[in-house]
């Protein structure tokens, strides 16, 4: 084997790592942009939903005091179709204060530390946080025995 031989087998050798390593950095970019298009597909809708979440917030407070059949129906219909966009509900009353998903708006006396009311719902959307809860909070005052 020549020397000229020797030089053609490394660099050989050199161009089919250098072309793995193009390869492997390509099918982690083809990955990478497939995730990103699947996150933006789940969470496309956050912005329309937060621009909806105020008025659903108006129409429950409506149903709770009229307690109208026809605004119940129209409110499941509408709770119906944000759970299928993948919105869900934070459940908080009764819970411990999380901070990572709840909003403390007001202390007030109670016998344990927990959430007494929830003042504006919480909302997750696919799992990831889209309005935190707004609650108030039970918590011992001073002088109580």
Known sequence: MTKDD??????????????????ADYQNLEKRVSLEK????????????????PALDN?????????DEGLGLALKQLRQA???????KIEVTG???????MECCELVQGEEEKII???????????????????KVGKKMQGEK
């Open 6 to 23: 020797k030089k053609l087998k490394e660099e050989i050798a050199d161009l089919t790592n250098k072309w793995k390593r193009a390869l």
């Open 38 to 53: 699947e996150d933006f597909v789940r969470f496309a809708n956050a912005d329309l939903i937060l621009k909806i979440l």
């Open 59 to 67: 129409l429950e407070r409506a149903e709770e005091h009229l307690k």
């Open 82 to 88: 944000l759970t299928e966009a993948g919105l869900e």
């Open 95 to 101: 819970k411990e204060f999380d901070p990572e998903i």
């Open 117 to 135: 009311e929830e003042t504006r719902s919480g909302y997750k959307l696919n799992d990831k946080l889209l309005r935190c809860a707004q609650v």
